[in-house]
């Protein structure tokens, strides 16, 4: 997780907890904005970071499969259909 989006959901949630006790709904309304754009921000960036890796794998994968399909010079690949 990046240090700047580590440090805003950090002070995002210490601020959350600190109006927690407050009787003023305003003030608990504005702490829970920031807290839930923060978090949001947080899942951006973990599902980035997820799918990047997931697809750097598939790409290897895609590669692999690719390599040993094209290793025998007598396999053909061609499309089949069923006839009626």
């Keep these: 997780m990046p ?7 950090k002070a995002a949630l210490a601020k959350a907890k600190e109006k927690a006790t407050s009787e003023d ?3 608990l309304k504005a702490a829970k904005a920031t807290l839930e754009a923060a978090t949001h921000k947080l899942a951006e960036a973990i599902y980035k970071q997820a799918g990047d890796r997931a697809g750097a794998e598939s790409n290897a994968e895609d ?3 690719k390599t040993s399909a094209n290793q025998d010079p ?7 259909e069923e006839g009626k």
Excluded: I, K, P, Y
């Excluded at 240090?3 to 959901?9: F, G, H, P």
């Excluded at 007598?74 to 089949?80: Q, R």
């Design 63 to 65: 590669g692999a499969s």
């Design 74 to 80: 007598n396999v053909v690949d061609a499309e089949f």
């Design 25 to 27: 709904v305003e003030e």
């Design 3 to 9: 240090e700047d989006l580590q440090a805003t959901v």
